[in-house]
């Protein structure tokens, strides 16, 4: 059974920095990818960042040049955020994506609150 969970999460005052991680219970090699999503009050979840097996990455327009995700060993996952802005404020989860011939299949963590002060 794959299990994620993230820590991290804080308070923190704008232009601040934090590092989030995403510890699994598996080697995240298995998965065809990992991301980070983030859900404000009242709105939807978006995708932060991403990394595939291949080491692409992919980042949401607001948090580029600001966000970097990473693999820092065989089971976890981080997102180092720096010039934090009150907008990031939110849940951030833990992804992970694994396909199987033609179907994906998505795994979350229960999530690590942001939340940045201006």
């Known amino acids: 059974q794959v299990q994620l969970v993230e820590s991290g999460g804080d308070l923190v005052q704008a232009g601040g920095s934090l590092r989030l991680s995403c510890a699994a219970s598996v080697n995240i090699f298995s998965f065809h990818a990992m991301a980070w999503y983030r859900q404000a009050p009242g709105k939807q979840r978006e995708l932060v960042a991403a990394?595939?097996?291949?080491?692409?990455t992919n980042y949401g327009d607001s948090v580029k040049g600001r966000f970097t995700i990473s693999r820092d060993n065989a089971k976890t996952v981080s997102l180092q955020m720096n010039s934090l802005k009150p907008e990031d404020t939110g849940v951030y989860y833990c992804?992970?994506?694994?396909?199987?011939?033609?179907?994906?299949?998505?795994?979350w963590g229960q999530g690590t609150q942001v939340t940045v002060s201006s």
């Open positions: 992804n992970a994506q694994r396909t199987v011939v033609t179907s994906r299949y998505d795994f």
């Open positions: 990394i595939t097996s291949g080491d692409n």
